[in-house]
């Protein structure tokens, strides 16, 4: 659809005057056109490191940052305050 587009607008750059109405939308809207390609090349480099991040946070397991994987919070606080590991 992209590659359409660009056709189209080339051919109609080619075909007009650059004060002409019809040329001056297409020019704002190759600009615009050009600046989504960029946020959506953007928008995938960030959710490959997004996914990169839950994949690495599934792999260290639940922990509280103490003493090392629980499943208890509770309990975990507990031998943390009373000095048992």
């Known amino acids: 659809m992209v590659e359409e587009i660009n056709d189209a ?3 109609l750059n080619k075909n007009s005057k650059p004060d002409d109405p019809l040329s001056q939308v297409v020019r704002v809207l190759n600009s615009h056109l050009t600046q989504l390609q960029q946020i959506d090349q953007g928008a995938n480099v960030l ?3 997004v996914a990169a991040a ?3 946070s599934r792999s260290w397991g639940p922990t509280n940052g103490f003493n090392g994987p629980s499943s208890d919070a509770a309990d ?3 031998r943390s305050f009373m000095g048992k590991r």
């Open 76 to 78: 975990s606080f507990y």
């Open 9 to 11: 607008s080339s051919s």
């Open 54 to 56: 839950e994949k690495a």
């Open 47 to 49: 959710k490959l490191k």
